[in-house]
């Protein structure tokens, strides 16, 4: 059974990493933009990168919001497919894992 409290706090960590870069990426998107016509088509195709990479913040936020859920019920590293647990290794390597290995992997 993972050390969950170090889970928690692994996982509030990352939260806080990933409120911060959606922060800054809000900040970046609310910047004016060039008055200059090739400086607006650069800008517009930072801003889809931008945007790109808030949704994907955004998505691990919500696995991450997740994975606390399961902390406080008492299912985190427990696979939610099989009911077997989950590595250690592999929820520190994707801490929201709500799947073992094999079953991720489709087997």
């Known amino acids: 059974m993972p050390d969950l409290t170090e889970f928690a706090d692994l996982i509030a960590a990352r939260l806080e990493e ?27 195709e930072d801003d889809e990168v931008l945007e790109g990479l808030g949704a994907v913040a955004q998505k691990e936020i919500s696995l991450l919001r997740l994975a606390l859920g399961r902390i406080q019920d008492g299912t985190y590293g427990i696979c939610q497919k099989c009911d077997e647990p989950i590595s250690e290794e592999r929820l520190k390597a994707v801490l929201y894992a709500p799947l073992c290995k094999r079953c991720a992997a489709g087997g």
């Open 18 to 44: 990933l409120g911060d870069r959606v922060q800054e990426i809000d900040h970046e998107l609310g910047e004016p933009k060039s008055a200059d016509l090739n400086e607006q088509a650069i800008d517009i």
